[in-house]
Nanobody, 121 residues
Framework: VQLQASGGGLVQAGGSLRLSCAAS????????LGWFRQAPGREREFVAS????????YYADSVKGRFSISRDVDKNTFDLQMNTLKPEDTAVYYC???????????????WGQGTQVTVSS
């Protein structure tokens, strides 16, 4: 599976961005789709995940109520809608896919290249 993330950019605090991750190749062992982020000098952290078969979702407490993850079966993509963005949301965002529906990054087998999100105050 190959993942290609897009949609990052520069936005003012309070604004919105929508990230998209396009998946290609064989969809084996990809029951879970997730977004993670990494800010400078910090470890990669979980943002949101969605289970493919029933759309069950997990969110980090820091983004709950502001971010929404979704998937599109026809387009073979999954998106992260980010609203009410804050400067602390600034990071490189990575999409990922794997066999286990979890907040832990380690079971995710496939990773996109990352897209920069910068929120100015």
């Amino acid at each position: 599976v190959q993942l290609q993330a897009s949609g990052g950019g520069l936005v003012q605090a309070g604004g919105s961005l929508r990230l998209s991750c396009a998946a290609s190749g064989r969809n084996t062992h990809t029951s879970a789709l997730g977004w993670f982020r990494q800010a400078p000098g910090r470890e990669r952290e979980f943002v949101a995940s969605i289970r493919w078969r029933d759309r069950k979702t997990y969110y980090a407490d820091s983004v709950k109520g502001r971010f929404s993850i979704s998937r599109d079966v026809d387009k073979n993509t999954f998106d992260l809608q980010m609203n009410t963005l804050k400067p602390e949301d600034t990071a490189v965002y990575y999409c990922a896919a794997g066999p286990e529906f979890t907040r832990d990054s380690r079971p995710y087998t496939y990773w996109g290249q990352g897209t920069q999100v910068t929120v100015s105050s």
